[in-house]
């Protein structure tokens, strides 16, 4: 098998902060130099020890003792070399020691992009990881720990983005903002994370984008989608670019579902990462997105099997009409950065701008009953018996329009093992939207009406004479306007405990909200947010650290959390606290001559202030007010090292509980009281064949509450919906990576990765639903909960090449 290898990169400096060229950079099995700009690039071996030796006339080494990096992992170190001719002692570089002690999980960017999945990619991932759920494969979206989707923050390069504000249905969704065949580093914490992230109440994810060294171009391709990605440099390093390009049609999966339609999902989405080094000292960052969702679906029959075996039931539904939705975005930011010796500013203004169209007239006619479970008759699985037939008329014309403006600095000053950060942003949103939802539903001839105002039907004695109304119907425009001003400042600090190392960070955010808008009543916050984290790595012969954080998590409300689900805006609506206690341990230890970790983290959330809500499918519909509290606690295990030699492999463990109080009327289970959550993410390979390789990722989740009549009390139902329980398989054959030689002329000579393989999503072809539709049986009245399921087995083939 080949080795796996990983990147350093960097520049070398003198005492007077100017590059030197010509130093030469060695370890036993490779070797370069820097260019005239004191940039360099080396390859090393992933996965070992590896010693590193700088070395220069006139200029006494430098050197790195026992660095490892993962696979493809790439690592920046800049070193400064001393024209005093003592010999530098040697230094020690764990790359990932800092992220450990501050709780931060990082997962290796090639390992997102090999993974299978029906939306492969960063989110993909995370789903794999304790105290990360969602049970549905069609979206990015994700919960941590009890939290909802809007509890996340998302950082590219440090600027904060945004997940869409109208979407209801996985199936409308497309792409991710973040690009996985850019990423050049991924962080994640499911709690407990410091002051100068942002005010969430569950997790941060951070992603960094490459900074290239040279140029390449990678092209991806499958029944899902394609993607080009074009990375370029200029000789001296100046100038570098990333832009990927991706499109992506869902129909591969959505004719999978068990309604047949004549669906057009098209998602088209461009990024541009751009950096200019002005000087040694200033560089200027650009970074550009365009997304464009374009939904149509003409929906056309359904039939949905469910019961028991003796008492098989069915729901046939006819669709007329089709919804088209349209989801666009821009977003912009640039970033002006000046870094000198222990010295970092930086100053970052951006501007995100979506527009959001959800049109749609769906007629659909009903027949519920018994199936014909006869083996020997013609009409095997056909409806017969009807008990139910009825129908429903939904219309939608929503519309929002949001700008968001932001203009942020951040610093750090580093002083020996101490740093200090700050920060302050001023964000300005302002939100155009107009709700215009109706549904009607007959049942036998007769139209239901809503239970809200109540009425007087005697019927037949006397003929009821009432307009038609809708059972569900919203109406309403809303105008608003938020400012926010942001600020954090943190320490940390490395120490000695007699043979012990000690680590801390101690930090404080806050912010002011205020709220304004058309016929709203202004209104505003201050808030303040007290973090710490502390860990130690004991003297002791095993390889352990202990960290434990705590800290003051709140959320200003967002405009999704200042409309209830009339449509109308609670201004009074403050923000939701959350204070987080977290305990965790990491052992590290070697089994069979391979490297393993296990990661074990215990947490207790106490929430108050809370904003109810329910979920339907990844629409989030809040109660708009802050009567409730709340509570999360749980255990997570990740056990990941290399199962098979070269290859990350990980298995995960979580156990969770989260239950609210609304009203004093008692706790309930949330709507993400997901109890148990089992991933396995794998890599193995074939010793024969070590080129054909084979990725697996299986998840199983229990059932959450949901599932429930759209107006029914959360207190009347808790029923919870089936357990989730999905597998993706993939298998590729590499025919050329970074390790590969090919003799000039040879076809592969010009690749510098080739792989084709084919993938196999719900390998199993389990059942997993997200949510229910209810039926009423006309003779009993008896209301039937049909589930809604998600895709089945679907087969896939990629072809993916960098030159």
Same mark, same amino acid.
């Given at each position: ?7 350093i990169?960097?520049?070398?400096l003198?005492?007077?902060n ?5 130093v ?9 130099s820097?260019n ?5 690039t080396?390859?090393? =071996? ?6 590193i030796?700088f070395?220069h ?7 790195l ?6 696979t493809?992992?790439?690592?920046e ?5 001393s ?7 040697g =230094?020690?570089?764990?790359p ?8 931060i999980? *990082? ?6 992009r090999?993974?299978?999945g029906?939306?492969?990619g960063v989110e993909?991932?995370l789903k ?7 049970n549905?494969e069609l979206?990015t ?19 904060e ?32 994370f410091?002051?100068?992230y942002g005010d ?5 994810l951070d992603?960094?984008?490459?900074n ?11 029944l899902?989608g394609a993607?080009?990605t074009?990375?370029?440099s200029s000789?001296n ?7 990927g ?8 999966l ?10 057009r999902?098209?998602?088209?989405d ?33 039939q949905?099997n469910f019961g028991t075996?003796a008492?098989?039931?069915a729901l ?10 349209r989801?666009?975005t ?9 870094n ?7 100053i970052?203004?951006?501007?995100y ?6 049109f ?20 095997l699985?056909?409806?017969?018996n009807s008990?139910g037939?009825g ?13 968001i ?9 580093k002083l020996?093992?101490?740093s200090l950060?700050?920060?302050i942003?001023?964000a ?5 939207d107009?709700l215009?939802e ?5 049942s036998a001839?007769?139209?239901i009406r809503?239970?809200?105002?109540a009425f007087?039907?005697n019927?037949?004695e006397?003929p ?7 059972f ?10 938020t400012?926010r001003?942001?600020a954090?400042?943190?320490?940390d ?5 007699g043979?012990h190392?000690?680590?801390?960070n101690?930090g ?8 304004r808008g058309?016929n709203?009543k202004?209104?505003n ?14 003297f002791?012969?095993k ?5 434990f954080a705590?800290g003051?998590y709140q ?8 409309r ?12 939701q606290?959350?204070f ?8 590290s ?5 391979r490297p ?9 959330k106490?929430?108050s ?12 519909r ?16 990740r ?12 298995v995960?463990l979580g ?8 009203r004093?009327r008692?706790?309930i289970s ?12 794998f ?9 054909l390789k084979?990725?697996l990722?299986?998840v199983y989740n229990?059932?959450?509450?949901g ?5 029914a ?7 919870r919906?089936r ?5 993706d398989?993939g ?8 390790g590969s030689k090919?003799a000039?002329g ?5 690749f510098?990765?080739?792989?084709a393989?084919?993938?196999?999503? *719900?390998l199993? *072809?389990?059942q997993n639903?997200?949510?229910n539709?209810w039926?009423?049986?006309?003779e009993?009245?008896?209301?039937f909960a049909?589930?809604?399921f ?11 090449m960098r030159f």
């Open positions: 098998m080949l080795a796996q290898s990983a990147t990169t960097g520049l070398v003198n005492e007077n100017q590059p030197i060229a010509n030469n950079i060695s370890t036993i099995n490779s070797g370069t820097t005239s700009n004191g940039f360099y080396l390859d090393i =071996v992933a996965d070992i020890p590896v010693t030796t070395t006339i006139g200029h006494s080494n430098v050197v003792e026992g660095i490892i990096l993962t493809n992992e790439t690592f170190f800049n070193p400064v070399m024209v005093d001719a003592i010999q530098i002692a =230094v020690e570089v764990s990932s020691g800092k992220k450990s002690v501050m709780g999980t *990082n997962i290796d960017p090639q390992t997102v090999r993974m299978p029906a939306n492969a993909n991932i794999l990881l304790p105290g990360v759920s969602f549905n979206s979206q994700y919960n941590v720990r009890g939290g909802n989707f809007d509890e996340n923050l998302v950082y590219v390069n440090g600027i983005v945004y997940r869409p504000f109208l979407i209801r249905s996985a199936n409308q969704e497309g792409f991710s903002f973040v690009n996985s065949a850019m990423i050049e580093d991924l962080d994640f914490s499911a709690g407990g410091q002051a100068k969430k109440l569950s997790s941060v992603i960094q984008y490459k290239p060294s040279k140029f390449a171009l990678e092209l991806d391709a499958s899902l993607s080009a074009v990375e370029t000789k390093n100046d100038f570098t670019s990333i832009t390009l991706r499109y992506r049609d869902n129909s591969l959505t004719n999978s579902q068990q309604t047949q339609t004549t669906v999902p098209s998602f088209i461009a990024q541009s990462y751009i950096t200019y080094r002005l000087s040694d000292q200033i560089r200027l960052n650009f970074l550009g997105n365009f997304s464009l969702n374009d939904y149509k679906n003409e929906p056309q029959t359904r949905t075996i008492e098989p039931r046939l539904v006819f669709y007329e009409g089709n919804e088209n939705n989801f666009q821009e977003f912009g930011a640039l970033k002006g950065e000046y000198k010796e222990n010295i970092q500013l930086d970052t203004t951006s501007l701008h979506t527009t959001e169209e959800e749609s007239d769906i007629i659909a006619s009903y027949e519920l009953g018994a199936v014909n479970a006869d083996l020997g008759s013609e009409d699985g056909e409806v017969i008990t037939i129908g429903q008329y939904s219309r939608a014309r929503n519309q929002l329009d949001a700008l403006f932001s203009l942020a600095h951040k610093g750090m000053l020996d093992s101490k950060a700050w920060g942003n001023y300005h949103e302002d939100f155009r107009q215009r109706s549904e009607f539903i007959d001839g007769f139209f809503p239970n809200e105002p007087i039907n019927q037949p006397e009821f004479t009432g307009d038609l109304v809708p569900e119907s919203v109406r309403s425009t809303n105008f608003v306007k400012d001003i942001s954090y400042i943190q320490l600090n490395q120490t000695q405990w043979d190392v000690v680590y801390y101690l404080l955010r806050t912010q002011l909200w205020s709220l058309e709203i202004s209104n916050q201050f808030i303040i947010s007290p973090r710490a984290q502390f860990a130690i790595k004991p002791w012969e390889d352990m650290l202990f960290r705590l003051s959320q200003p409300p967002f405009y999704r959390e200042l209830a689900a009339d449509g109308a805006i609670n201004p009074e609506v403050k923000a606290k959350s987080h206690f977290v305990l965790g341990n990491e052992y230890f070697n089994f069979g001559n393993f970790t296990l990661i074990s983290e215990g947490y207790y106490d929430l202030q809370v904003n109810t809500y329910t979920v339907e499918d990844v629409r989030v809040y109660v708009a007010n802050n009567d409730a509290k709340a509570f999360a606690y749980g255990f997570d295990f056990l990941n090292g290399a199962f098979v030699p070269g290859a990350e492999s990980w995960s156990y969770l509980r989260t239950e609210e109080n609304s004093n008692g706790f949330r709507p993400t009281d997901q109890r148990l959550k089992f991933g396995l993410l890599q193995d390979y074939m010793p024969t064949i070590p080129n084979l990725y990722n299986l229990t059932g959450v509450p599932g429930s009549p759209s107006n009390d959360p207190y009347n139902f808790q029923n919906l357990d989730y329980r999905r597998s398989l298998i590729s054959y590499i025919f050329a990576d970074s090919f000039k040879h076809w592969l000579y010009q510098k990765e080739l792989s393989g084919f993938e196999i999503f *719900n199993f *072809n389990n639903t997200i949510t539709t039926v009423r049986d006309v009993t009245q008896q209301q049909v589930p809604n998600l895709t089945s087995r679907v087969f896939n083939i990629k072809l993916s």
